[in-house]
């Protein structure tokens, strides 16, 4: 009866104790993992997006459209604040991604702006500053394009005309799980 006992408690012990601790310490690993990958978020541009976003500043110049890059990197809480605008804040909506899901948060992103003659910026869509009967903000979606951007204007849902961004074949979750161009925290590539 004794050795039933034991053979019993061991196999309780296997089946039972042992996952449970091996559960717990896997939980522990991911947790450590994505505070780790909170604290290795970026702070600024991935260097792909400065320099294309650069090199189309130029192109739009010579021909003949001055662009201004009015918004970059983005933190989680200063989208937060953005999202609140138009919501708890006055204002206008802007956006409908909250701190996370937007790729401003991770660095993929630049939002420009049309500037006039005299330096001021248009938010006017029609604006035909180089004369070419075409809107400047369009030709600049377009110029975007051949750098491997993907321009707000064309999204089905929301048009978002500034904003141009960069996903590299990563989605919003990847990056939220701690995957970035370049890296995988997970196997480390």
Do not use: C
């Amino acid at each position: 009866m004794r050795n039933t006992i034991k053979s019993l408690s061991a196999a309780f012990f296997t089946f039972a104790v042992v996952p449970s601790v091996l559960f717990l310490s896997a939980n522990a690993n991911t947790a450590s993992a994505n505070d780790a990958h909170k604290d290795s978020l970026p702070e600024d541009l991935h260097p792909t997006i400065e320099a294309s976003a650069e090199a189309l500043k130029q192109k739009a110049a010579d021909k003949g459209i001055v662009i201004r890059f009015t918004e970059g990197f983005r933190s989680f809480e200063e989208q937060d604040a953005l999202y609140e605008q138009g919501r708890s804040e006055p204002g206008n909506i802007v956006t409908y991604a909250k701190g996370g899901e937007s790729y401003h948060n991770y660095g993929l992103a630049v939002d420009y702006a049309v500037e006039t003659g005299n330096g001021d910026v248009t938010w006017n869509l029609e604006y035909d500053g180089n004369g070419n009967s075409k809107p400047d903000w369009f030709e600049v979606g377009d110029m975007a394009k051949e750098f491997g951007f993907t321009w707000g204007g064309d999204w089905e849902d929301f048009k978002d005309y500034p904003h141009l961004q960069m996903n590299f074949g990563l989605s919003l979750q990847d990056l939220q799980n701690g995957y970035m161009p370049g890296y995988n925290p997970y196997f480390n590539s």
